[in-house]
């Protein structure tokens, strides 16, 4: 067997482990991150020590190079949607000081009631028309009572973005609820301190 084909074994045979324990882990950013570079480092060590055994000459260097560059882009394409799923918080973030709340959103029609569910699963804050970009993000009125409730297989927080934290539910058991009034127009930002998990709350008067 070729070297280098070895070399796409030993990296594909460890990030399908990689996947497999994200998948597991409920994609625990350490587990992915780990994973991934340890895939690259066993598959470079097979790529780079083989190169240079079987032909010692100066063509065979772009080899290693295309090798590094090959296995870095695959692990920045399997790290992406994962670490994508930071970026609307952080975005959100951005304009929230003081209160915590970002400017009061115009002309937005409440998409939930009074009380306003978000059911946890899945890992994932809500479900249906609450998945918007694969976040949690609900409009609701001001004065409406924000229930969370996992009903995942694991544990998860919602814990608000502000500093300091608007609310934080502390560790949600499968089965255990949150509640949270928001009484103030503003768009609040909040995260699962578990997972790279993130939802947004917009409240209108
Ligand atoms: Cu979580």
Redesign the pocket.
Known sequence: MGSGVRAILVFLGGMLFTVALGVAT?YNMLVLALGSIGSMLFALREGFVATGEEGRGATKLPVRWIWFVGCVALVLLTLTPILGAYSPTIAATGGGGGGGGGAAPSGLTPTCGNPCIII?RN?AFGSGSQLQNGNGYVVVKAGTTVTWENR?N????TTSTASPPLWDSGILNPGQQFSHTFNTPGTFSYI????P?AGTVVVVS
């Open positions: 409920q946890i890992s995942d694991t544990q998860h927080t699962c301190n578990v997972h998990m």
